[in-house]
């Protein structure tokens, strides 16, 4: 349920880069470092398009305003752990039900000895007692503008590498 590919942009709930992805910050990235990455969106976001020596990001953080702490991270390079799920991650579905090992953002409290590894990641960030309970983040708002799709956070996968 991951994406693969470089470039890919979820969102995720913790509080650090997953290894192989980044924030989207707008930072600027030498583009030898990162030859796959810069094929794919060069200079769009900013950077020296004259020496293809940098290019940047994108920059959403305004966007990230109005999720609750949750930010926006884009894979960098090569993703090794698709398709499996990666705890934590966000991104959004048609679907009337959550998929298989994941859960709608809608700030529901679950317990922490069934969901330690997001909890991990968690903590007590969205609600819960922070002992026994544990809140996911609420995107609710946010999803009003998005006419349909919600939310869903992966409960369930591989546990997120830190960078």
Known sequence: MTVPYVGAICL??????IKGWSYCDGKLLPAA???ELYDVIGNKYGGDANTKENFALPDLLEQEKELNGVRYQIAISKNNYAPELIVGTIFLSIHDTPPDGCAFCDGSLLRINEFQALFSILMAKYGGNGYTTFGL?????????????RYVICLTG???PRD
């Open 12 to 17: 995720f709930a913790g509080s650090y880069d």
């Open 33 to 35: 470092d990162f030859p």
């Open 137 to 149: 983040p609420n995107l609710t708002e946010a999803e009003k503008k998005l006419n349909g799709p």
């Open 158 to 160: 591989i546990y997120p």
